[in-house]
């Protein structure tokens, strides 16, 4: 298999990107902390109680584990004494996992003119409806040209048509107003459940 270098350097790039979202969190473990006293927690979970962070210190490389501050900003710190690489490993997968769950809502565009005819108007109402149904939001338009300017309440009528067509699948998120030559509504779909 054939692989470039701008692949690979992008391939490294990601990577490093991602240690670097997990390390921009300035977690202090070990001899970064500097506190006189600390309240430690063990790798099974149960306190320790208040002591220095030299005894902590001797407590997690006796078990040969790392020191990690957990809650910095805490009367005496709260530091707990477990593996650091498998907790940054888990926390990435958290992450990542978070990531690819969330839903990413487009706002599609429908356009109308003044002057449509019912044919045209209900093809757009099935492709505003298509897209509310796939869970996007849809900006509805209308385009006032010349003197058309002079009946915007015909806009407001075909809005108000529009948005009571949809009324089964979607509710009016912003409703009609006219923004230079143009007016707009926004529709999105109903909450489900």
Do not use: W
């Not at 809502?105 to 109308?112: M, S």
């Amino acid at each position: 298999m054939y692989c470039n270098a701008d692949g690979y350097l992008s391939a490294l790039f990601v990577l490093l990107l991602e240690v670097l979202v997990i390390s921009k969190q300035e977690i202090q473990i070990n001899d970064d902390i500097r506190d006189n006293e600390l309240r430690v927690i063990s790798a099974t979970g149960e306190q320790l109680g208040i002591m220095s962070a030299k005894e902590a210190l001797d407590l997690a490389a006796k078990d040969d584990l790392d020191l990690v501050k957990v809650a910095p900003q805490a009367k005496p710190p709260v530091c707990k004494i477990m593996d650091y690489g498998k907790y940054r490993f888990e926390q990435a997968k958290r992450e990542k996992e978070a990531r690819k769950n969330q839903k990413i809502v487009d706002t599609k565009e429908v356009r109308l003119s003044l002057n449509i005819d019912t044919h045209d108007f209900n093809t757009k109402l099935n492709n505003a409806l298509k897209f509310i149904k796939h869970g996007d939001k849809v900006k509805v338009s209308i385009r006032f040209r010349g003197r058309e300017m002079g009946h915007s309440e015909f806009g407001y009528d075909l809005m108000k048509r529009f948005s009571e067509a949809c009324t089964e699948y979607a509710v009016v998120s912003k409703p009609a107003k006219l923004e230079g030559r143009n007016m707009l509504m926004f529709l999105a779909p109903k909450p489900t459940k």
